[in-house]
T-cell receptor, first 112, second 112 residues
Framework: DAGVIQSPRHEVTEMGQEVTLRCKPI?????LFWYRQTMMRGLELLIY????????DSGMPEDRFSAKMPNASFSTLKIQPSEPRDSAVYFC??????????FGSGTQLSVL | GENVEQHPSTLSVQEGDSAVIKCTYS??????FPWYKQELGKGPQLIID?????GEKKDQRIAVTLNKTAKHFSLHITETQPEDSAVYFC???????????FGQGTRLTINP
């Protein structure tokens, strides 16, 4: 298995632009998580899905953030409009059951 | 609230010595405690986990201990090697919120 696949690895954009991050979870996993990592706040859970249904989005910072999971093999995290404070590494993780998360390599987002 | 405190934030040890990282958690109902290792440019990787029905678990040079009464758990790495250098995160599953909350991380450096 190729593991959790995220794209792009790096994204540089200007303030106000729309950003879309993509994730392909491990086949057979029923949970998918989006985390954000910064020096100041560490690893923060943004949202997670179970069987493609959003379960907890309480970590999504603002209405500018949205996430979808149209099927078991694909999820997106969208930021519109982006702001410099959104600069961070965004990780997608998947698991069978809610434990033993497998993380992707992350997307390094820089908003100028 | 949901909180996991991790100490120390940085740790430097001589190769061959032992390293210990400690975490405390706020939810007495938590019953699942994983540890993740994050190498530079990669996502966190699960290295060991423990459930509340056991007090200690070992896997080769890595061990985790849990004290549910005191609400703290620790990671022990013996005979440290240069490849152990990384950032280590503890986490606790918060039952009410049904989510994993991470500590702030410990940057471990093994000096040759």
């Amino acid at each position: 298995d190729a593991g959790v696949i995220q794209s792009p690895r790096h994204e540089v954009t200007e303030m106000g632009q729309e950003v879309t991050l993509r994730c392909k979870p491990i086949s057979g996993h029923d949970y998918l998580f989006w985390y954000r990592q910064t020096m100041m706040r560490g690893l923060e859970l943004l949202i997670y899905f179970n069987n493609n249904v959003p379960i907890d989005d309480s970590g999504m910072p603002e209405d500018r953030f949205s996430a979808k999971m149209p099927n078991a093999s694909f999820s997106t995290l969208k930021i519109q409009p982006s702001e410099p404070r959104d600069s961070a590494v965004y990780f997608c993780a998947s698991s069978r059951g809610r434990e033993k998360l497998f993380f992707g390599s992350g997307t390094q987002l820089s908003v100028l | 609230g949901e909180n996991v405190e991790q100490h120390p934030s940085t740790l430097s040890v001589q190769e061959g010595d032992s390293a210990v990282i400690k975490c405390t958690y706020s939810d007495s109902a938590s019953n699942y405690f994983p540890w993740y290792k994050q190498e530079l440019g990669k996502g966190p990787q699960l290295i060991i986990d423990i459930r509340s029905n056991v007090g200690e678990k070992k896997d080769q040079r890595i061990a985790v201990t849990l004290n549910k009464t005191a609400k703290h758990f620790s990671l022990h790495i013996t005979e440290t090697q240069p490849e152990d250098s990384a950032v280590y995160f503890c986490a606790a599953e918060f039952q009410g919120a049904q989510k994993l909350v991470f500590g702030q991380g410990t940057r471990l450096t093994i000096n040759p």
